[in-house]
């Protein structure tokens, strides 16, 4: 497709299963994001791709959770053993090189956990 | 650390009117700032780039400025629309990849 595709479009989940998300970035983008979106919080930066290997995981809000890249191209970010607080919408977005081109997103996931 | 803020949080105007949206940044070494715009249930769409190096960018009826000394951005939108209702966030590029603000909710009553 031309855009970033992003799937599910929404998942819920009991609290305590593991979830996984993907992301399809634009075919030829190098650089690949994964952002989270919650209410009261705003946009917090996650992990960045630069083709297959992570330059940049501070964001990562602790050890349940993860990502890979692969083929440098379709993303996944694993979160195991889901709490409540993880519940949000997960963006993810890519671009031609990093810092100075354009971040394009999809449409997220967002993500329920009961 | 750096930190955006936007300002208003959220403002609505009529039909017509011309607007300016405010973005501040605390730490002024950073490569670009990125206006966004987001409709609810949506992803984020880019609406302009300002590299550290330029002044202004400007994208038919939008017009973004930088001032990277005193650490400010402001997207000018003219003739207000309501199609323009809609989130608007800044983000700047540093030493990770985006930091963005929380956002100004635009709703323009036709």
């Known amino acids: 497709g031309a855009g970033v595709s992003q799937s599910p479009s929404n998942k819920v989940t009991e609290k305590g299963k593991d979830v996984e998300l993907r992301c399809d970035p634009i075919s030829g983008h190098t650089a690949l994001y994964w952002y989270r979106q919650s209410l009261g919080q705003g946009l917090e930066f996650l992990i960045y791709f630069q083709g297959n290997s992570a330059p940049d995981k501070s964001g990562l809000p602790s050890d349940r959770f993860s990502a890979e890249r692969t083929g440098g191209s379709v993303s996944t970010l694993t979160i195991q053993r889901t709490q409540q607080e993880d519940s949000a919408v997960y963006l993810c977005?890519?671009?031609?090189?990093?810092?100075?081109?354009?971040?394009?997103f999809g449409d997220g996931t967002r993500l329920s956990i009961l | 650390k750096q930190e955006v803020t936007q300002i208003p949080a959220a403002l609505s105007v009529p039909e017509g009117e011309n607007l300016v949206l405010n973005c501040s940044f605390t730490d002024s070494a950073i490569y670009n700032l990125q206006w966004f715009r987001q409709d609810p249930g949506k992803g984020l769409t880019s609406l302009l780039l300002?590299?550290?190096?330029?002044r202004e960018q400007t994208s038919g009826r939008l017009n973004a400025s930088l001032d990277k000394s005193s650490g400010r951005s402001t997207l000018y939108i003219a003739a207000s629309q309501p199609g323009d209702s809609a989130t608007y966030l800044c983000?700047?590029?540093?030493?990770?990849?985006?930091?963005f603000g929380k956002g100004t909710r635009l709703s323009v009553i036709a």
């Open positions: 977005a890519s671009s031609l090189a990093t810092r100075n081109q354009p971040q394009h």
């Open positions: 983000a700047v590029s540093g030493n990770t990849p985006l930091v």
């Open positions: 300002i590299q550290s190096s330029q």
